[in-house]
């Protein structure tokens, strides 16, 4: 028998004994369409491991499917399955019992038309399963299915289970696919038709055997040539070949019952004649009429059987229920797959049981037999179908209950559980093979592979035929064909012909694009997918149907995608490596997937190591990903980037051999949780992912910032984090405060400006933060005020040609950059001619932070001139400042101490308006006097706006004029501004953010 396996059936027979032999768990899944062989490897399988003396168990979803295999039963009737089943339902096996020590022993069990059936049923096997396996092994309730071996098989491209009053998110919910488990199966497919391997079929009967049975793969696969319907995407309208189609002038019903039923008064008692045909339905009032016209033709008197209804399980019995449900409504009530109350037969009419009686003699739901005898109490009939060929059997009445959402009650209905089968419906004929069969399509079908499944049932064309009739009663030549796209591809393999396809991605860095000029109005939605199998792409939806999809698109949530557009990934500021970009249109559709693994990627990341983040300084092309501890935190400040006050937060990070310095803006920067995390860090280390960065540099040292999507993710659940944390504990881990910090922080030194006077070696001052309260005096004398300095480094540069050149880093691109050293002492005695004071630098942002100016509209002001001092920077003489400063590692090659300005903590009006002091040159020449005492306005140490990180913080700016046209010298004369609306000039940040080139005062605004 095995050796008439073909070599896909071998290579699964093979792959499965071997596990078993090895005690190896496994949990497969065969996929294979009609005519593969799933049943006699099935059954090849079965005999194999019997004759070694292993005990298979061999289920089906259905009861005609379970009578092919050899000792099968349905899954329901083995396992206990409830039929009333929910997410939490479980089989009703108890340990210790009979069936319990059976399954213990049980080496396979092998599972027939798996996606027939619900995805509740798989899992509540599970359950149980790793119940009662546990007791032998503990960690087998950790194992799926208790590490019992299991083998699955069917056809995705078949009808999927019935949810009631659902629709196809709800059909594809509760499909095996759907389930947390099926990400544990391993897939094989069989594709050779053994139909075109018949010995006795010569060249053209096998040429068109295969050509129907292609046509027949592309409708259950939806490759079908097809028209779309524009109420519904999942409705494919295909054209039928003239050959399959009938299309009479009068009756349709006895049209199609003439073709499929041919001589039928000469045939209507021939067991074969009758077993082999039916005509196939979508709906049961169609399917009725068709019965009850072929029952007229069936010589003799009918015997009407009536059901007694009844109501059982109410909610509540009030007096008045008999009046409120009386018999006669209780009579009229059908159902699916349920008997009828009036049922009308006679002698050698052919019926189909609705419900399993008994399997061991072949009494399943979907047994068809012909009648021989109708008594009042008891039919006797002759099973045409299934292994019990020719048998007679007695049916009796049962009690069948069905229920309704309509209802406050369960109907309990005692009837024999037949119906009449000239005709059946497209569910009922599932996983029966036949001869002769006609379709009626009164109705089209209305789920997923319903027409399929109908035209599946035969091997030939010449064997089928098929009658559409529209709603004015003529013949039509085009029906619906509806298919669920069930498998989802890989991300990977995402191209510009994937228009089509579908796709199952987690929905991660979602983010806003808004441009600056319009700040109420979101330009685009970015995001990225990350599939299963951690494959990313980028996607964005327009501007256009942003208002269709921004209120369904939540951050990390799993979704079903289709029909969408794919196109080239952009060429700058690339999120994730991708060739391609999906965009959303007008048809695509997303449905949230409920039922996603708990193993589904959170995070898309390809992590970069700190010395390779060096290796992409300035690199833009693509964004980078990095993780590390954090070491430090700085409260939130501000900056100024195109003239806009911008929160900025820095912070530091390590990777347990160096640290490196993050700059976090906007609502990035305003939204982190500092605090909570030096808390937390008390207990243990705090790791910190990084997605969507840009690497810098600041003065030859790296560091990191965000870009337009960025996120952070605090201590996530990666193996990278988990490894981080391990190498940390045991270690120093607590976060400190840096930066310009509270009073409460130990590592910002209060002083005053007399104290620091003594202190004249830069050496002991280094790498100390003092907070001082001053009055600014006066400018120092032969400074000048602004600079030209390199974007990269903001190292002074040169002019060399038309460009620049930085003796540093030899970068060619600068920008103007503010530079103003001010004379400061203590508030209390800065009258005093002879009181003590120190040299404060107020560099690039602190500058434009003091004065409210950017530096260009300033120095355009005074004509370029860094000399002469404006009176936007005079006026500012005797205020008074809370500061925080250092000493730069610069100081400490000069001979006098020199301060930089960390951060502007609390600002104040001018100390004193009463009399002139200091005479100093202003741009106006004026001299400034003394303002008057003013009470001090203490401001937040952290005062931020709640601006939107910068898609292009960091970028690059566009040179500025020539040397000959800027002078950068301090004796130049003049500076003449230049604008442009695309080439406006941006400034860098003292905590070393360079200069920006945006496109367009573009900024991003990051979904939470």
């Known amino acids: 028998m095995c050796s008439l396996l073909n070599e896909e059936q071998q290579h699964i027979f093979l792959e499965v004994m071997r596990s078993i032999n090895e005690e190896k768990h496994f949990l497969y899944f065969v996929s294979g369409f009609g005519g593969t062989g799933k049943t006699f490897l099935w059954n090849c399988i079965l005999s194999k491991l019997r004759s070694q003396g292993k005990i298979a168990l061999a289920v089906a979803s259905c009861g005609i499917a379970s009578l092919l295999l050899s000792g099968g039963r349905t899954a329901h009737s083995r396992f206990h399955i409830p039929i009333d089943i929910n997410e939490t339902s479980t089989c009703t ?28 049923c798989f899992e509540a096997l599970d359950q149980t399963l790793r119940d009662i396996l546990s007791v032998e092994e503990a960690t087998n309730s950790q194992k799926p299915f208790g590490g019992m071996n299991i083998l699955l098989g069917g056809d995705f491209r078949q009808v999927l289970p019935v949810v009631n009053h659902g629709n196809a998110t709800d059909a594809i919910n509760a499909s095996l696919i759907s389930s947390s488990l099926w990400q544990h199966f391993t897939v094989f497919k069989l594709t050779i038709n053994m139909r075109l391997r018949n010995p006795h079929l010569n060249d053209s009967e096998k040429q068109k055997i295969a050509q129907f049975a292609k046509w027949v793969l592309d409708i259950g696969e939806g490759k079908y040539p097809a028209y779309d319907d524009n109420n519904d995407t999942d409705e494919k309208w295909i054209q039928i070949p003239s050959q399959l189609l009938l299309q009479p002038m009068a009756n349709n019903i006895e049209a199609i019952t003439d073709v499929i039923y041919h001589d039928f ?67 009229s009530i059908t159902l699916n797959n349920f008997s009828q109350h009036r049922l009308a037969l006679k002698i050698n009419v052919p019926v189909v049981m609705l419900r399993n009686i008994d399997q061991s003699i072949g009494l399943c739901n979907g047994t068809r037999l012909l009648i021989v005898k109708l008594g009042d109490y008891v039919i006797e009939g002759k099973i045409i ?35 009449v089968c000239y005709a059946l419906t497209i569910n009922k004929c599932q996983g029966q093979t036949l001869q002769k069969v006609g379709i009626y399509l009164k109705g089209h079908v209305f789920s997923h592979g319903q027409l399929y499944v109908a035209v599946s049932r035969v091997t030939s064309q010449e064997d089928l035929k098929i009658l559409i009739e529209n709603e004015d ?72 149907h942003i208002s269709r999809f921004l209120p369904r698109l939540k951050e990390g949530t799993v979704y079903f995608v289709e029909f969408f557009q794919v196109v080239p990934c952009r060429t700058n500021y690339r999120a994730v490596s991708h060739t391609y970009m999906i965009k959303f249109t007008c048809h695509t559709r997303v449905t949230e997937f409920n039922a996603a693994p708990p193993t589904f990627p959170k995070y898309a990341y390809t992590l970069a190591s700190f010395d390779t983040l060096r290796t992409r300084i300035d690199y833009t092309a693509d964004m980078s990903d990095t993780i590390g501890r954090i070491v430090s935190v700085e409260p939130a400040t501000t900056a100024y980037v195109k003239g806009l006050k911008k929160a900025i937060r820095h912070l530091y990070i390590s990777d347990g051999r160096e640290s490196i310095e993050v700059v976090l803006w906007s609502r990035q920067a305003t939204e982190f949780p500092a605090e909570k995390i030096i808390e937390l860090s008390k207990e243990k280390p705090i790791i910190l992912l990084l997605l969507g960065i840009i690497a810098k540099s600041r003065e030859g040292q790296l560091k990191i910032q965000g870009s337009m999507s960025c996120q952070y993710h605090i201590n996530p659940a990666i193996p990278e984090a988990a490894a981080l944390i391990n190498k940390f504990t045991g270690f120093p881990h607590q976060v400190t405060w840096t930066g310009a910090a509270t009073s409460s922080s130990s590592d910002i030194m209060t002083t005053s400006v007399t104290e620091l006077a003594k202190l004249t070696n830069p050496h002991e001052l280094y790498g100390n933060i003092y907070q001082v309260n001053v009055v600014l005096r006066t400018i120092s004398p032969n400074q000048p005020w602004w600079y030209l300095g390199c974007i990269l480094c903001r190292k002074r540069v040169f002019p060399e040609g038309e460009t620049y050149r930085c003796p540093k880093c030899s970068g060619n691109k600068a920008e103007p950059m503010y530079r103003i050293v001010f004379i400061a002492a203590d508030p209390d005695n800065f009258l005093e001619d002879n ?27 005074s004509e370029g001139n860094n000399v002469s001092i404006p009176s936007e920077i005079t006026r500012l003489y005797s205020h008074k400042y809370t500061l925080a400063i250092s000493v730069p590692f610069s ?84 500076m003449k501004q230049t604008t442009s609306s695309d080439d406006d000039l941006a400034f860098s940040t003292e905590a070393g953010t360079s200069g920006t080139k945006t496109k367009r005062n573009v900024r991003r605004k990051l979904g939470d």
């Open 93 to 120: 096996i108890h340990r210790g019992t009979n069936l319990s020590q059976l399954i213990s022993k049980t080496s396979l069990i092998l599972w027939d038309e798996a996606p027939m059936t619900h995805r509740f």
């Open 265 to 331: 008064s000469t045939n209507f008692t021939c067991i074969n004649y009758l077993a082999e045909r039916a005509v196939i339905c979508p709906l049961n009032t169609t399917v009725d009429v068709i019965n009850d016209t072929m029952l007229e033709k069936v010589p003799g008197d009918s015997k009407i059987y009536l059901s007694y209804d009844s109501i059982v399980n109410s909610i509540e019995q009030p007096d008045d229920f008999p009046i409120l449900y009386p018999p006669e409504f209780l009579n």
């Open 385 to 419: 179908t299934g292994s019990h060929i020719g048998e007679h059997v007695c049916i009796p009445r049962v009690v069948l209950h069905g229920t309704s959402p309509k209802w406050p009650f369960t109907l309990a209905r005692r009837q024999f559980p037949i119906k």
């Open 473 to 544: 009663g003529t013949s039509g030549t085009a029906t619906k064909n509806i298919v669920y796209r069930m498998t989802c591809i890989p991300l990977k393999d995402i191209n510009q012909g994937s228009y089509k396809t579908k796709i199952c991605a987690r929905l991660t860095r979602l983010s806003e694009f808004i441009l600056d000029d319009k700040p109420e109005q979101i330009q685009r939605l970015d995001f990225v997918l990350l599939d299963v199998e951690g494959h990313a792409i980028e996607a964005q939806v327009p501007q256009q």
């Open 835 to 861: 009181a003590p004071t120190i040299e404060i630098t107020f560099f690039g942002n602190m500058g434009q932070e003091l004065t409210g100016i950017p530096v260009l509209q300033l120095a355009a002001i």
């Open 891 to 974: 100081s400490m090659q000069r001979e006098n101490v020199s301060y930089q300005v960390k951060n502007i903590i609390t600002t104040a009006g001018p100390a004193i308006t009463t009399k002139t002091i200091y005479p100093a040159t202003s741009g106006t020449g004026q001299q400034q006097t003394k303002p008057t005492q003013d009470t001090t306005r203490h401001l937040p140490v952290a005062e931020t706006t709640k601006l939107d990180s910068n898609m292009e913080e960091g970028k690059v700016a566009t040179p500025l004029p020539s040397p000959q046209r800027l002078q950068m010298e301090t004796s130049s004369p003049t």
